[in-house]
């Protein structure tokens, strides 16, 4: 927080010089406003080139139906159109995900659709980081009370080769 916004905490209490000024904001200190300015200022991930396979696996991606929550293009007010592969809305994730957590109008089993963009420079995958394995991810979106569990079981119906299209795809957003 402190290096990207110059926001300082007890670890960095100094703040960070801005080559950048904010234009029309009285108070450019105010975090709320570093931290918007940080969020219009940074750049969407990079798309990797798609091999092949991963083109293929886009099709398959949108045929079996995860494209219906990870929505590839949205536009923005001003009608700038952006790719985060999320409808950005609350769904039931099931048993397998639930954390137990409630948050605002989410219950403890419910997530906002996370952006699946930069998925080929991400370590870690679901909203806690509980696996590197990005195939385990998509099969924990099935379990008791998930939205996601028919779309999952499509998945699950295509072949190993089909399935693996999809992974190459996902990895290179």
Request: aromatic share 8%; with cysteine; hydrophobic share 35%.
């Amino acid at each position: 927080y402190n290096v990207e916004q110059g926001v300082t905490n007890n670890l960095f209490p100094n703040e960070r010089e801005s080559n950048c000024p904010v234009r029309g904001v009285e108070d450019k200190d105010n975090d709320i406003v570093k931290q918007a300015n940080f969020m219009r200022l940074s750049a969407p991930p990079a798309p990797l080139e798609m091999s092949d396979s991963a083109l293929h696996g886009k099709d398959i991606f949108n045929s079996v139906g995860c494209a219906a929550c990870h929505v590839p293009t949205q536009t923005t007010y001003k009608g700038v159109q952006f790719s985060p592969y999320s409808d950005f809305a609350l769904h039931s994730m099931g048993d397998e995900l639930e954390d137990g957590i409630l948050q605002g109008n989410a219950g403890p089993d419910e997530f906002r659709t996370a952006p699946l963009w930069g998925t080929s420079h991400r370590l870690f995958f679901l909203h806690d980081g509980r696996t590197k394995d990005l195939l385990q991810a998509i099969l924990f979106h099935d379990s008791k009370g998930s939205q996601a569990s028919k779309v999952i079981k499509q998945f699950k119906s295509l072949s190993v080769l089909d399935q693996q299209a999809v992974l190459d795809f996902l990895r290179s957003l």
